[in-house]
């Protein structure tokens, strides 16, 4: 087996075009590594199969064992070469040589390739702040948000939040939520959540992940237009009625979107916050009717009977009273 791949590397220059093909495929059906630097004198044949096959073979097998190779593949500009490198980048386990090939990609015309080199650049930890800076200035916009993904100075990512690529700016977004802010600062990033409804709605799931200090204000600021999508984020984040995000939110003056999303729930926790909802004045009167709704196939239940006979005896509220006296049925 040794002297046949030995055999079919030397056959990698024969005149014969057959016999060099033939030996391609006995290497790569062998897998045989080795000849993965024999493959360097095809990558500059006339005929495009053997170009492709000596960029297969870097591909295939220069990563683990002839990183070099792919450095001297990168030096030599030829776009199908650096795209090898590129596509490759990922799987260099040493940093160093990873952000070195990554750099010798940087000056290159194809976008795909600059991301990749940019990502692997950032992804080995040896950018430098004067690249980063430059990849937040880059006319790419996928560029600019992988580098202000890793960012963490407050100016920056404040001024990338008037980016005029909606990716970049929830990335912005995303970045200033796991910092520190002073008031000013966290003031600029309010005001421009509140602005963008793109901001706006990666906010809101991270505020209630967290529980963050403006989590109110946050759903405040378009409860009336986003109603559905508060209620759903809701549901998302909270499992229990009993959640300490609720009565922030029912304190907050939110009762509408915890009435919301009550809706259809008829756990022991749930009914105990429901009951105390729709006794709740801050809570309006459809709100509280949809709840009543919701309870008609409960109405068998004792609980139930009893939390209608006290809101016959306790509403004025039309609407609230008529809902309650369908559920009743004593």
Known sequence: MVANIQSAIA???????????????????????ESVEAFSSLLEDKDIWFRNKAIEAYRRWAPKHAPHLLEQLAQGGQLDGLRCVAAV??????????????????DCTDDVIIRKAVRRLISSNEVSDSELNAFQRSKDHVVRMYATEVSNDASDLLTSLEDEHPDVRRQAASSLF?????????????????????????????????????????????????????????KDAVEEADDSRLRTLIDGDCTSIVARWLVG????????????MLFNEH????????LLERLLHRQHEPEIQKLASKLISGTTDELVLSAAQNLYTA
């Open 283 to 290: 809570v309006n009167s459809i709100d509280k009717s949809r």
């Open 178 to 234: 796991s910092i520190e802010l002073d008031s000013e600062q966290n003031n600029m990033l309010q005001h421009a959540i509140e602005n963008d409804d793109a901001l706006w709605k990666l906010a809101i799931p991270i505020a209630l992940q967290h529980h963050l200090p403006n989590l109110v204000d946050l759903l405040k600021a378009k409860r009336n237009t986003q109603r559905k999508f508060l209620v759903e984020a809701l």
């Open 89 to 106: 980048l990922e799987s260099i386990q040493d940093s160093t040589q990873a952000a070195r090939l990554s750099r010798l990609l940087l």
């Open 265 to 276: 729930r008829n756990d022991v926790k749930s009914d105990a916050l429901r009951e105390e």
């Open 11 to 33: 056959k990698l220059k024969h005149k014969d075009v057959r016999q060099r093909r033939r030996a391609v495929r006995i290497l790569f059906d062998a897998d045989a590594y």
